[in-house]
């Protein structure tokens, strides 16, 4: 219903609240809203009346509504295609397609293209010009900045690749974006220096890489401030000129005033920042943390604020992960359209035990993911940074290992394999769980021996392990560090430290843990006597020596029992390693 405001009040348009006498707005509902002439819902505004399809117009200084005025037939398919591909929502109140001023002038030309017409409106013309100067002049100031960082590491004898500063050439142009570059390649350094001077700054980032990112800033834009956030309840948003740093497990709660008023969701400054680092932690759609940030996300995407996801593995084990890491900001849809046509692309079909089963990814992927995110890999922008191979080194297990291995298998332990590898849910993981730290304690021996020899040579080697019992062991040589979920990131930056300056014979880390925001150069060789499940956090831990600053070819080695257990998740790790190569990641 629509009547004719029987009461003087202001608009109830968030962010115009202008004052509207009797009779001069309209009162729409239920729920209740008036509104002043300048903000009227698109679908209660006077239709065009010569004769164009659509009726276009300007919804606040971020957005704007595409509203069809005539039934379209045949050609509504179309125009839903093309609202899809750029990320424009349907508002079923209002009935249009709401979509950011950044995509808006992309989806007018496919439209335009397609033989749609609407009527030019000056407000609308303006604020799409006035877009286009943003981005030409965050180009601008980008390349300064890319200057000057290129002096200051020129000065250290070090340089700003060609390929990073087209990342962040790339950035400074995108709304929302995945920067997915292959680990090693500087990411953090593209981020920090694509952000917009004067703008604030929001990183989300896992506990441990909290320091990292407060380390580059300080190094690379000193004139921004730095907050780290420590803490439930701590977090707040960044002022202009502020970089605010906070880890996933700590944000709040709900877009809500927190109990000690510091946050509220829908107060964030006008052209936030918000950069997710290992953005991959935002796989599952259920998960707490994954809701924390969406909410984040929408309030800086409400704000004309920018929202870009760092990680080198947005697809850890299974599609649907990929999916809910675009939708984490906004980028779904512009990638792969709605959820039944991503289950299409990657020929999904219903699972045998709940959820789906995951076949060959369509040749489009890899082009249709390239259209919201930048990806680069070593062998292509740095051929002369070494790269890994690989090497299996057999292990022969006794007769009293086999015998407690075999007791501690469960019945369909094959099936388990499959299923844990494939991130399914159902997996009995504590008969698992059991098995698999039986097995990686009875190759403890063979590391040993590995970790003996190294040592003798003088040269340092990483060990990493998915249990603690050999790293415990390992860990406590003479001269050897441990990294585990429980080493607090002051002592991660020690070990990293004294790893690089030589006073350490050798890490034990533990995957995960050992896997992200740390830098191992010094070394070139690694050894796992066991595996995560996860591919992606394989190549994690892998990748803490292949990185700029190494300049020896890098071996990893990992231990194979000669049990039909670990051959077989050896096996499946390589096939699912082959599975997301075709995805492009």
């Known amino acids: 219903m629509a009547f004719p405001n029987k009461y003087a009040r202001r608009c109830d348009r968030q962010g115009c609240a202008k004052s509207v006498l009797v009779g001069e707005g309209l009162t729409v509902g239920p729920p209740w809203r008036t509104y002043c002439k300048e903000c009227l819902p698109a679908h209660l505004r006077p239709a065009p009346t010569d004769g164009e399809d659509l009726d276009v117009q300007v919804d606040g200084p971020h957005f704007v509504t595409v509203t069809l005025c005539r039934p379209m037939g045949d050609r509504f398919a179309g125009y839903r295609a093309a609202c899809e591909a750029h990320g424009a929502r349907f508002d079923g109140a209002r009935r249009c397609n709401v979509v950011s001023v950044g995509q808006a002038?992309?989806?007018?030309?496919?439209?335009?293209?397609?033989?749609?017409t609407w009527a030019v409106d000056a407000e609308l013309v303006a604020n799409l010009h006035a877009h286009a100067q943003a981005i030409a002049e965050g180009q601008r100031q980008a390349a300064e900045r890319v200057d000057l960082v290129s002096k200051a590491l020129a000065a250290k004898g070090s340089e700003l690749y060609p390929f990073q500063k087209m990342g962040v050439a790339w950035l400074a142009t995108r709304d929302r974006a995945l920067l997915a570059d292959e680990m090693g390649l500087g990411k953090?350094?593209?981020?920090?220096?694509a952000h917009p001077k004067g703008r604030p700054l929001v990183v989300v980032c896992p506990a441990v890489a909290k320091g990292v990112w407060a380390r580059e800033l300080k190094k690379w834009r000193p004139e921004i401030r730095v907050h780290v956030c420590a803490g439930r309840g701590s977090f707040r948003w960044a002022e202009p000129g502020e970089a605010v740093i906070v880890n996933y497990d700590i944000?709040?709660?709900?877009?809500?005033?927190?109990?000690?008023?510091?946050?509220?969701?829908?107060?964030?400054p006008e052209g936030t920042t918000l950069a997710a680092d290992e953005a991959h932690a935002l796989k599952s759609p259920k998960s707490r943390r994954t809701a924390r940030f969406r909410d984040l996300s929408r309030a800086v995407r409400d704000k004309g604020g920018r929202v870009w996801l760092v990680t080198a593995t947005?697809?850890?084990g299974r599609p649907s992960e990929l999916y809910s890491v675009l939708t984490s900001a906004g980028l779904e849809r512009e990638a792969f359209g709605k959820w039944d046509r991503f289950?299409?692309?990657?020929?999904?079909?219903?699972?045998?035990?709940?959820?789906?089963?995951?076949?060959?990814?369509s040749p489009e992927v890899p082009t249709l993911l390239a259209k919201v995110s930048l990806r680069r890999v070593r062998a292509d922008v740095l051929p002369e940074l070494p790269e890994k191979t690989y090497q299996d080194v057999p292990v022969e297990l006794g007769a009293q290992d086999v015998?407690?291995?075999?007791?501690?298998?469960?019945?369909?332990w094959e099936r388990t394999v499959e299923q844990a590898i494939d991130d399914a849910g159902g997996v009995p993981f504590v008969k698992m769980s059991k098995a698999r730290a039986t097995l990686a304690a009875a190759k403890l021996g063979a590391a040993l021996e590995i970790c003996e020899s190294y040592e003798e040579q003088g040269e340092p080697l990483l060990v990493f392990s998915a249990h603690s019992s050999p790293l415990d062991v390992i860990g406590a040589r003479e001269g050897w560090a441990k990294i585990t979920g429980e080493t607090s990131a002051a002592d991660r930056t020690q070990i990293e430290e004294r790893f690089q300056r030589g006073e350490l014979k050798g890490i034990a880390a533990n995957i995960q843990a050992g896997g992200v925001a740390i830098t191992l150069t010094r070394g070139c060789h690694q050894l796992f006597v066991d595996q995560s499940w996860t591919p992606a956090l394989n190549w994690q831990a892998e990748d803490r020596q292949v990185r700029i600053g190494q300049k020896r070819a890098v071996l990893v080695m990992r231990l194979v029992a000669d049990h039909a257990l670990d051959e077989r998740v050896a096996a499946l790790l390589d096939k699912?390693?082959?599975?997301l190569g075709k995805v492009g990641l």
Request: charged fraction near 20%.
């Open 251 to 268: 944000l709040p709660e709900a877009l809500s005033s927190s109990a000690g008023g510091t946050y509220s969701g829908h107060d964030a």
């Open 576 to 579: 699912k390693r082959a599975l």
């Open 105 to 116: 002038g992309p989806l007018l030309a496919r439209l335009s293209a397609e033989g749609f």
């Open 403 to 412: 015998k407690r291995l075999n007791k501690s298998l469960p019945d369909d």
């Open 343 to 361: 289950l299409e692309l990657f020929a999904a079909y219903p699972g045998k035990w709940g959820g789906y089963e995951w076949g060959e990814p």
């Open 314 to 316: 947005p697809l850890l």
């Open 188 to 193: 953090t350094i593209q981020v920090v220096t």
